[in-house]
């Protein structure tokens, strides 16, 4: 009898067993190509500085850029990001290092902190305020001179 059920079982299985086929398809799409600043370098001139009044709130500049993209279509899964690139200084993870030891340029989105090579998810229609500010290490007394710093703005589409 248990041989007969088994071989019931089996067979009703078998005959339960269905099978489809599956269509894959879809649009391929290129992102939209976007500058910034139209590549021409941004500036942001300090001009004079006194070195007591540096504290990472004084002489706050607002950075002049822009995005502009070549196509206003964007396919809902895409989102845009912006990368600051530059070379961190080794007290803030938001400062550019300067050619001045200790001294460093905070740069912050929408008044937070940019971290130095971090993508951040932004919308396009509304890009973020950026700023930088000059600041200094603790127990760094800074020297009176001219200072540079380099940084590279990166958009992207992901």
Request: charged share 15%.
């Amino acid at each position: 009898m248990k041989p007969l059920m088994l071989i019931l079982l089996l067979v009703f299985t078998h005959d339960a067993m269905a099978s489809a086929d599956v269509n894959f398809h879809g649009y391929l799409v290129n992102p939209p190509q976007c500058v910034i600043s139209n590549n021409e370098t941004i500036e942001v001139p300090f001009a004079e500085m006194q070195i007591d009044d540096i504290n990472g709130i004084n002489y706050m500049k607002e950075i002049p850029y822009t995005i502009d993209c070549d196509s206003t279509v964007r396919d809902a899964y895409m989102t845009m990001t912006l990368t600051l690139m530059a070379t961190q200084s080794d007290f803030n993870d938001a400062a550019v290092n300067t050619d001045i030891n200790g001294l460093g340029i905070k740069i912050t989105h929408d008044d937070q902190p940019f971290t130095i090579g971090t993508a951040l998810t932004i919308n396009p229609a509304t890009q973020p305020v950026l700023k930088a500010v000059p600041i200094k290490k603790d127990g760094v007394t800074l020297p009176e001179g001219n200072f540079e710093a380099w940084a590279t703005l990166q958009v992207d589409y992901q």
